[in-house]
C-alpha cells in the first residue's frame, strides 16, 4: 500500500520509508558495537513494533533470539486507557539474559514504563529500549531509551506497525492521519 492508495485518509508523509530504513541500519549497526559477544534477546512488543523488529533483526549482524509480549493500555481509539494488562507474556525465561524491548513509539510511556518494571522484576542481566519514535509528553517520563530513532511531534501517527482501529499498520511509512478520520483528537 502506498501514500496514493490512502486517498483523503492521510493528512501527510511524516516519516518517508527510506528514512525509516536508514534509521534501522544506523539504530542496528549501534546495538551490534554494544552486544558484540553477548546473547542478545529481543523482545517486541505486539503489535506495534513487528515491522521494527523484523528489520531491525535482518540488520543485526550480532546473533539475537527474539520473544514477544503483548500487552494492552490503549482500546480502540486515540487515547490511553491508563492500565496495562498482559495479553501474551514472553515463552522465554529472561534471568541473567541481555534483554533488549523493542518498541514503535513511546507517546505517553506509560507502556514502557509498566514493562521496565515488570521485565526488571524478572532479573535480566541488562535491560535496554529501542524505541522508532518518541512523543515530547515522553520526554517527561523517567524512560531511559538507549536506541532511539525519531522524536516527533504530538500527533497521532500510523504506518510502519502502527494502527488506528486496526487499520494502516502495513504502509512502509509512518504518517499522520486526516482529522476527519478519527476526530480531530491529538490524544
Ligand atoms: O507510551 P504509551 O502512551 O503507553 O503508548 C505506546 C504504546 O501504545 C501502542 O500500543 P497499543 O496499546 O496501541 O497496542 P498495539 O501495539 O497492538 O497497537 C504502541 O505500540 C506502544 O506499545
Ligand atoms: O500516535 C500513535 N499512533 C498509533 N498508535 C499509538 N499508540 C500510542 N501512540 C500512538
Redesign the pocket.
Known sequence: MDEKDLGADLAKVLIPEDRLQAKVRELAAQIDDDYAGRDLLLVGVLK?AVMIMADLARELHTPASMDWMAVSS?GSG?K?SGVVRILKDLDTDILDRHVLIVE??I??GLTLSWLMSNLRSRRPASLEICALMR?PEAVRTEIDCRYLGFDIPN????GYG???AERYRNLPFVGTLAPHVYGGASD
Open positions: 506495534g490503549y486515540t490511553s514503535d513509539i507517546d505517553s512523543k500527533e497521532f501517527v500510523v502502527l494502527d488506528y
